[in-house]
């Protein structure tokens, strides 16, 4: 190996490693929210015990080039075709230089098909002066199976249009329609009572 082949293969090595480096000093907890979650899942971050389980979530997700400019870059400017489903959020915690807190945001669509997505808004602060790449990530159905693992439900829950849960639309639709049948029904039977009796 040559001294110009070796020289970049570890800027290559150093480019590679950096967001995991950044991310294990960075992130202290995420915090899952979405239909079904109730006040949603807090799961602890790199080097806490359990993190295993969010940094394999990072890494299938597409954590890491949402966040970090990486070459060659698989994030989407578009939303890929197909059916979303039910949204879900994750909120990772990241401890800047300075202690204080930044918050990152990305959307999971684990029930999606053909198979799950995220998205994460480009131009999110974190560590100061950094900001997120941002974009669409097409991942595989592991990232499902990692997200049930932590508490996702094992299969869709129905949404509505809004993205709420069925049942509540569903409610105050049959709510809706049940009272306008009860106001019907007294109507006619006020009607027949004040009806004149025929001669």
């Known amino acids: 190996?040559?001294?110009?082949?070796?020289v970049f293969?570890?800027?290559g090595l150093v480019a590679v490693l950096v967001p995991a480096t950044a991310l294990a000093k960075g992130a202290?907890?995420?915090?899952?929210?979405?239909?079904?979650?109730?006040d949603g899942i807090t799961l602890a971050g790199e080097g806490q015990a359990g993190g295993e389980k969010l940094m394999v979530i990072l890494q299938e997700g597409g954590f890491f080039p949402s966040v970090f400019l990486t070459t060659p870059n698989p994030m989407h400017a578009q939303r890929p075709d197909g059916e979303l489903g039910p949204l879900y959020t994750i909120v990772y915690e990241m401890p800047g230089p300075n202690g204080a807190l930044d918050e990152i945001r990305q959307d999971v669509?684990?029930?999606?098909?053909?198979?799950?997505v995220t998205y994460m808004e480009p131009g999110q602060r974190y560590f100061t002066s950094e900001e997120t790449v941002g974009g669409w990530y097409v991942?595989?159905?592991?990232?499902?199976?990692?997200?049930?693992?932590?508490?996702?439900p094992l299969s869709a829950p129905p949404v509505g249009d809004d993205g709420l849960k069925a049942p509540w639309?569903?409610?105050?639709?049959?709510?809706a329609v049940v009272a306008a049948l009860a106001a019907a029904a007294l109507g006619v039977r006020a009607w027949r009572r004040e009806r004149p009796a025929p001669a």
């Not at 991942?139 to 508490?151: K, N, R, Y």
């Open 1 to 6: 190996m040559t001294r110009r082949t070796l």
């Open 9 to 11: 293969a570890t800027i």
């Open 28 to 38: 202290s907890q995420a915090t899952i929210t979405g239909p079904g979650l109730g």
């Open 109 to 116: 669509y684990p029930y999606a098909t053909p198979v799950p």
């Open 139 to 152: 991942a595989s159905h592991t990232l499902t199976s990692s997200l049930v693992d932590v508490g996702l």
């Open 169 to 175: 639309t569903t409610l105050l639709g049959m709510t």
